[in-house]
C-alpha cells in the first residue's frame, strides 16, 4: 500500500511519521509531482496536478473540516472524498462559542474596558432567556456546540438542510423554515458548510431577520459574510457586534476595518484546530476498513458539497 502527503501549509515530518507508525506495512511520503502511484491520499488544500498524475486514488482523506478547497478541483471520478468526522475539533469549537457567547452576553468587552480605565463598574445582569442562540449547521460541529450551549441555560434553535433532532434544541430545516429560525435567534452562529448555496447567505437581508441588537458568532468560511453588510448593520444597530474566526482574505490584510472595528472581535481562523494524533487514528481507520471493503464515515456527496 502506497500513501502520499499533500497538504498546503502543513509540516509534514511528525504526520509522516504518525502515518508510518500506524501502518508500518505501508510506503508513505511526501508527494512530488511526477511520484509513482497511490494508493491513498492525505491532503489538504492540494493543487490540481495530484489529482491529474494520481487518477487511481481509491480515496483522498482531508485532514480540516471543510472540503470546498477540494470541490474547486477535478476530482478523478472513482477517488472517494472523505473527511474528518471531528478529529478533537468539536469540543474546541464548543469551547469558542461558549466563550464568545457568554464574554457578549455578560458584558466582559465593557468590563475590561472600565478597567482599563480604572473604573470599578457595576451592569445589571441580562437574562440568558433574552438571547435565544440560532447555531446555522447542525452537522458533528454545529450539534456539539448546540449541546454545549444548551448547558449554560440559553434557549437554543438550530437549522439545518435536511431535518435533525436533538435534545434541548428547538429545530429547523429547508428553505422553507430559514426565515423562521432567523426571526427566533439573537445570537448567530454560522457553522455551515461552504457551498454555492450557502455562499453570501450572511448578508442584509438574512442579518436584518435577527432580533434587533443581534450577534454574529462566524466560525465556518469568510465567504459566507457579506463584510460590507455586516458594517452596514453595525452602523444601524442591527447588530450590536460580531466574533468572527473567518474571513474572505487570510490572514486578514492589515488595513482591513474589522481590525479596528470596536464591535468587532477578531482572532486568526483558531477557533478549532486539528489535532494530529486523532487525525492520524481516525485516517488508519477509514484505511483499514476500505481496504476490506466496509463503507466510512465521511464521504463527501459532490452533489451537496458536503
Known amino acids: 500500500m502506497r500513501i502520499t502527503f499533500c497538504c498546503t501549509d502543513t509540516k509534514p515530518e511528525p504526520w509522516l511519521q504518525g502515518l508510518q507508525a500506524a501502518l508500518p506495512q505501508a510506503d508513505v511520503s511526501l508527494w512530488h509531482s511526477g511520484d509513482a502511484p497511490a494508493d491513498y491520499a492525505v491532503v489538504w488544500a492540494p493543487p490540481q496536478t495530484l489529482f491529474d498524475q494520481q487518477p487511481q486514488l481509491k480515496a483522498a482523506f482531508n485532514i480540516g473540516a471543510g472540503v470546498d478547497a477540494l470541490l474547486a478541483l477535478q476530482v478523478p471520478p472513482q477517488t472517494k472524498l472523505v473527511r474528518l468526522d471531528d478529529a478533537g475539533m468539536s469540543v474546541q469549537m464548543a469551547e469558542y462559542v461558549c466563550h464568545a457567547l457568554i464574554r457578549h452576553t455578560r458584558e466582559f468587552d465593557a468590563y475590561e474596558a472600565d478597567t482599563r480605565a480604572g473604573n470599578w463598574s457595576f451592569r445589571k445582569p441580562l437574562a440568558r432567556a433574552d438571547f435565544p442562540v440560532g447555531i446555522l449547521g447542525l452537522g458533528v460541529l454545529g450539534a456539539r456546540v448546540a449541546q454545549a450551549v444548551a448547558q449554560f441555560e440559553f434557549p437554543v434553535l438550530g437549522w439545518s438542510r435536511s431535518p435533525k433532532h436533538i435534545a434541548g434544541v428547538q429545530c429547523f430545516s429547508g428553505a422553507q423554515e430559514l426565515d423562521r429560525f432567523l426571526a427566533g435567534t439573537r445570537v448567530l452562529v454560522n457553522l455551515l458548510p461552504l457551498t454555492p448555496e450557502t455562499e453570501n447567505i450572511l448578508n442584509r437581508h438574512t442579518l436584518s431577520q ?10 465556518a468560511r469568510g465567504r459566507h459574510l457579506v463584510e460590507e453588510d ?10 450590536a457586534g460580531a466574533m468572527l474566526d473567518v474571513f474572505r482574505t487570510e490572514p486578514l490584510p492589515a488595513d482591513h476595518p474589522f481590525w479596528t472595528h470596536p464591535r468587532i472581535t477578531v482572532t486568526p481562523h483558531t477557533s478549532a484546530r486539528t489535532l494530529r494524533s486523532e487525525s492520524i487514528a481516525q485516517i488508519v481507520g477509514k484505511i483499514h476498513a476500505l481496504e476490506r471493503g466496509e463503507p466510512v ?3 463527501v456527496d459532490l452533489v451537496r458539497g458536503y
Open 297 to 299: 464515515a465521511g464521504v
Open 210 to 219: 435577527l432580533h434587533s441588537g443581534a450577534y454574529l458568532i462566524n466560525v
Open 230 to 239: 455586516l458594517l452596514a448593520l453595525l452602523e444601524t444597530g442591527q447588530m
